[in-house]
């Protein structure tokens, strides 16, 4: 398996347009993770999908950020509009039942830059 | 609540000396931890865990991590540190009363000299 894919790697875009970020999880695996990832906050859970299904959004920060799973094998993570702010390295990670002793594996990330 | 603390922004070792990264973590169940490596423009990669057994754990690459209950610890260490290891080093943890999310410290920029 080619481990998760993350598509952009890099995405420069101007404040108020809409960006898409895209994740194909380890094939099998029923769990994906977004997380957000900046100097000033560390990395943070912003949402995590369970069968296709968000169980948790409680990370999500505002309402301009929505995430969606389609299928089994992609999920999107969308901010509209963007702003200066959004600017930081976004992570999929995905993982089997997140039992105790179940580590996640995450893509290589996508580095958005709002100008 | 649950937290993970990593004390130190930054471990400075030079190349061929023994490494030490720190992490505390503050869970109400069994601690269930993680370390994770991230370089440069790459994704946070698993190294190794700790569940339940032996306190001293075994990973990939020569690291080890040692959990101690009463000090709330799980500091990993190397014996000899190489260049290649210069990374930000990530711990977690996770317990039954964490949902089974993983809580994570904030990281720990490892620099090893030549």
């Known amino acids: 398996d080619a481990g998760v894919i993350q598509s952009p790697r890099h995405e420069v875009t101007e404040m108020g347009q809409e960006v898409t970020l895209r994740c194909k999880p380890i094939?099998?695996?029923?769990?994906l993770f977004w997380y957000r990832q900046t100097m000033m906050r560390g990395l943070e859970l912003l949402i995590y999908?369970?069968?296709?299904?968000?169980?948790?959004d409680s990370g999500m920060p505002e309402d301009r950020f929505s995430a969606k799973m389609p299928n089994a094998s992609f999920s999107t993570l969308k901010i509209q509009p963007s702003e200066p702010r959004d600017s930081a390295v976004y992570f999929c990670?995905?993982?089997?039942?997140?039992?105790?002793?179940?580590?996640?594996?995450f893509g290589q990330g996508t580095r958005l830059t709002v100008v | 609540a649950q937290s993970v603390a990593q004390p130190e922004d930054q471990v400075n070792v030079a190349e061929g000396n023994p490494l030490t990264v720190k992490c505390t973590y503050s869970?109400?169940?069994?601690?269930?931890l993680f370390w994770y490596v991230q370089y440069p423009n790459r994704g946070l990669q698993f190294r190794l865990k700790y569940i339940t057994g032996d306190n001293l754990v075994k990973g990939s690459y020569g690291f080890e991590a040692e959990f101690n209950k009463s000090q709330t610890s799980f500091h990993l260490k190397k014996p000899s540190a190489l260049v290649s290891d210069s990374a930000l080093y990530f711990c977690a943890v996770r317990d039954e009363d964490s949902n089974y999310q993983l809580i994570w410290g904030a990281g720990t920029k490892l620099i090893i000299k030549p």
């Open positions: 999908f369970n069968n296709n299904v968000p169980i948790d």
């Open positions: 094939s099998g695996h029923d769990y």
């Open positions: 990670a995905s993982s089997l039942r997140p039992t105790l002793n179940t580590e996640a594996f």
């Open positions: 869970v109400s169940g069994n601690p269930y």
